[in-house]
């Protein structure tokens, strides 16, 4: 069969161009479990410091069973959308325990976090509807907006980052629009800064708006018992909408939902594009993620594993003479400055055995490349500190420390 040669040569000038760049983004292929350590191919053991595996869920025995028995009884997929024949009672069953687990009336799945956020704008907002996102929110809700915005003619701004003031003047400015969506991350996971939900929600409640939080990266890591931004301000029930993810911290295997009202979800499972034309997610993947909403039920402690193992490497990365970005989460970001700098520290540390990911534009600002470092519950003091002298050796050749 014969390809468009023009087309190609194209891609392979731009993808040139990448590597010219220092910013190529190469795969490495893992032959073991999501772990604390891996089986790198071509690398052997290496110490993982780049995955959301927050609680160490991956490869817990109890969650890895209760995928293989929903394997067993309920097959490989569905077969089907939802509405037609691809709803399964373990479908339900992740949904209550997820509404139960973050505080709602209701929670309907997606196959995908990124589905979720992508499905519930487009659905629920119309024209002559407002709303408004955090400058450094996730990449889905930002096409979700634009896809609302395509679908529906609603209209939309960007407040800064936190910035409390702006929003205000954003939703000021809409105060005309038949109704006003807020949308902002619990946790930011280039920064690994916390939303301040308490502020955000009294500003809504002030401008009659709805909130959204994106809990993807705070659902089983914030909180007493991990139940996301909400319970970390003590204000579990209080927030409208919440979308989030079972790819990180509940068992990281992947899918995603949105959780609020009984109505919602039941106009999401009517409405929504994701769900009326996806096939539903699969039982063994819904399997593995209620045992591991149950898991983290049962398991608070493992919750306070990951609270004390973020502390300590915080502590010891200052310590050693990095300068993170502040925070309390277990995401913790190293700024460098430019991409190339940021991949080339995770190559050398790599090198090293340790794998910590650079990240440079456009997934951060220009001038502000980081190797974001992720902690696990899974981690010992052992693993970090060796991830920690494998920081000091390689800062000190690049002259970072």
Known sequence: MALNSDFTAGLETKLQQLRDDRVYKRLNYLESPQAARVRMEGR??????????????????????????????????????????????????????????????????????????????????????????????????????????????CQSAVYKHVDLADLRDKLQSARGAKRRMV?????????????????????????????????????????????????????????????STLGKAVGGAAGGFVAGSSALCDYLTQRSRPQLFSNALPPSVAASALAAVQFIESHPARVQALRDNARYFRERIVEAGFAPLPGETPIIPIIVGETAAAILMSDLLLDEGVFATGFGFPVVPQGQARVRCQISAAHTTDDLDQAIAAFVRVGRKLKVI
């Open 183 to 243: 949308w902002t991350d619990g946790i930011f996971s280039m920064e690994g800064s916390i939303a301040p939900l308490p502020d955000l929600l009294q500003i809504c409640k002030d401008h009659d708006a709805i909130l959204v939080v994106d809990d993807s990266h705070a659902t089983g890591v914030l909180g007493q018992t991990g139940r996301g931004t909400a319970e970390h301000f003590g204000m579990l029930g209080e927030v409208d909408i919440i979308t």
């Open 44 to 153: 052997g053991d290496v110490l993982i410091l780049s995955s959301n595996n927050y609680l160490g869920l991956c490869d817990e025995p109890a969650v890895v069973s209760a995928g293989i028995e929903g394997l067993r009884q309920y097959g490989a997929g569905t077969g089907s959308v939802r509405f037609i024949c691809g709803t399964f009672t373990i479908h339900r069953e992740l949904e209550q325990a997820l509404a139960r687990f973050v505080g709602t009336d209701a929670s309907m799945s997606f196959v995908s976090a990124w589905n979720a956020n992508e499905g519930l704008t487009a659905t629920v907002l119309e024209e002559g509807d407002f709303v408004v996102s955090d400058a450094l929110n996730h990449a889905s809700i930002i096409d979700s907006i634009r896809l609302a915005k395509a679908i529906t003619k």
